[in-house]
Every structure is written in C-alpha cells, then in structure tokens.
C-alpha cells in the first residue's frame, strides 16, 4: 500500500493512503478547476473591497470581517473559526461548536481560545500589501514578486480545494456510518 505506515507499541500497525485515492488533487487538470479560483497576476490589485469578499476573512457565524481587534480570529478545539465577538456574545454558554456539534468545554471569554495565527497573518500581509510603501522596483524584480504571489494565492487556492474535498468525503463518510448504524439497529 502506497502511503503512511504507523506502528503503536508491538502490536498495531496502521497503514493508510494518503491522500485517499479518491481525493488525489494531482489527477485532476487546470481545466477542472473553477474559473474564479484562478489568480492572474497581471491583474493583482489589492483594494480592500476585493479582498473583503473572501470567505476566508470572514467570520463563519456572522460574516462579519476579521481583523486584529473586535473581530479577532480564534480556533474552537474542532478546528472551526469564530471571531471574539461571536464568541463572547452568541457562543459564550454554548459548550459545542455551532456548525460541527464537537464538544468544546466550558471556556468563558474568546481570549480562552487560541488565536488563528494563519488568518492573522493573512490580514496582516493583506495590510501590508494595500498600505506599503509604492516603491518602484526593478521590473525584473516586479515580475518575480508578482510570480511569487500568484504561485502562493494559487497555492492557496488548491489547499482550499484539496480541504473542501475533505470535508465532502468525511460528510459523506459520516452518512454513510449514519446509514449502518440505523441498519444495525
């Protein structure tokens, strides 16, 4: 089997394919993909309107913008982001986390949550980017920064493809264990 092996102790030994078959990103082609997932970066103009239409930006409860302050990203243990504001005001008695149902524990206040660092630095390179300084740089050196940046957001864009895929076959796994479980009972 082609993938990762674990063995626990003498006795387990795991084997699992990784990624699973099924979900294999490199099979697909550049045709497959969406259209407005693409990054051209002749076109990479950074105005605070585009960027706030990302989904990524937003908090999942009340779609309202991260940013470093009121509305500040913060990891749930399940893995979900929720901005400070939501939690300390709609998901502060909750024990579970509102779109995933995982047992969160009994945590007061948002500053009880990690941080999301990634969304930060997210935000703070998007910050960086529409308010630096307007230097001109060597075209040369411009063609290899706007390379750079259209690779990395395309990069992105893949791994956000390869999540979604995730979360459709472990949605589609937990029917297909709700099914058995119903047919077993």
């Known amino acids: 089997m082609n993938g990762i092996t674990w063995t626990y102790g003498r006795k387990i030994k795991v084997e699992m394919a990784y990624p699973p078959p099924n979900l294999l990103y490199s099979e697909r082609t550049k045709t497959e993909r969406k259209p407005n997932n693409q990054f051209d970066s002749s076109s990479a103009n950074f105005s605070s309107e585009e960027s706030s239409d990302s989904s990524l930006f937003k908090c999942e409860a009340c779609c309202n913008r991260f940013n470093f302050t009121e509305y500040r990203p913060h990891s749930l243990p399940c893995g979900h982001t929720l901005c400070s504001q939501c939690i300390n005001d709609k998901y502060r008695i909750k024990l579970f986390c509102p779109f995933c149902k995982t047992f969160c524990g009994a945590r007061k ?51 956000n493809d390869y999540l979604l895929d995730l979360k459709g076959c472990k949605k589609e796994q937990e029917s297909k264990l709700k099914a058995l479980q119903e047919d077993i009972s």
């Open 109 to 159: 206040a948002a500053s009880d949550y990690p941080n999301n660092y990634f969304i930060l630095k997210l935000l703070d390179c998007e910050t960086k980017l529409i308010s630096g300084p307007k230097k001109k740089l060597d075209p040369g050196l411009e063609n290899l920064k706007q390379l750079e940046l259209s690779q990395t957001v395309n990069h992105i864009y893949s791994c």
